[in-house]
T-cell receptor, first 110, second 117 residues
């Protein structure tokens, strides 16, 4: 199945720094989802986007649905140690399945 | 209340054995899935059921057989386990993915870590 290109693959940042990651696809989606996975747990939904250009926040997290409908972006402001984990994007088109990104591993150095 | 629950959390077994993983969702969703996450953390879809009907069956060995007794349950049975089956298996559900649903969200269970020795 299709796997979305997610970058960067990994990030090592200082506590307090902002984080940006993105996801690109060769296909158009009408839904973009962003997840965080902690070790030993399942992915947890952070933000859902349903409209091209949409900008949605969840606390310090902000995600955007790209205008082309082929990409999405996630920003984390003022990172804290508990932000550590793997972040996944997922794209979906009605009547189809969810396609996942390759993941971004985030390490926050206190 | 756990929305998507799967058991067991850990499964350690010998090569050649048969094992099952159970999954239940209390979200009232129509669509359920099994995903496999390998050591590189890639999430690969294995199967999808919509209201007890098999919709997606990716290239998965015949040793893997899903069963959905009702739309709230999707179990995974694995025959003749092999070393390469070691991975984390996730159950997930969404409202109505294949029936033209909009504003869809996908919810995951906490995973079953399968170790084949």
């Amino acid at each position: 199945g299709q796997q979305l290109n997610q970058s960067p693959q990994s990030m090592f940042i200082q506590e307090g720094e902002d984080v940006s990651m993105n996801c690109t696809s060769s296909s158009i989606f009408n839904t973009w989802l962003w997840y965080k996975q902690d070790p030993g747990e399942g992915p947890v939904l952070l933000i859902a986007l349903y409209k091209a250009g949409e900008l949605t926040s969840n606390g310090r997290l902000t995600a955007q649905f790209g205008i082309t409908r082929k990409d999405s972006f996630l920003n984390i402001s003022a990172s804290i140690p508990s932000d550590v984990g793997i972040y996944f994007c997922a794209g979906f088109h009605t009547g189809n399945q969810f396609y996942f990104g390759t993941g971004t591993s985030l390490t926050v150095i206190p | 209340d756990t929305a998507v629950s799967q058991t067991p959390k850990y499964l350690v077994t010998q090569m050649g054995n048969d094992k099952s993983i159970k999954c239940e969702q209390n979200l009232g969703h129509d669509t359920m899935y099994w995903y496999k996450q390998d050591s590189k953390k890639f999430l690969k879809i294995m199967f999808s059921y919509n209201n007890k009907e098999l919709i997606i069956n990716e290239t998965v060995p015949n040793r893997f057989s899903p069963k959905s007794p009702d739309k709230a349950h999707l179990n995974l049975h694995i025959n003749s386990l092999e070393l390469g089956d070691s991975a984390v298996y996730f159950c997930a559900s969404s409202l109505s993915t294949f029936m033209g649903g909009t504003n869809e969200k996908l919810f995951f269970g906490s995973g079953t870590q399968l170790s084949v020795l």
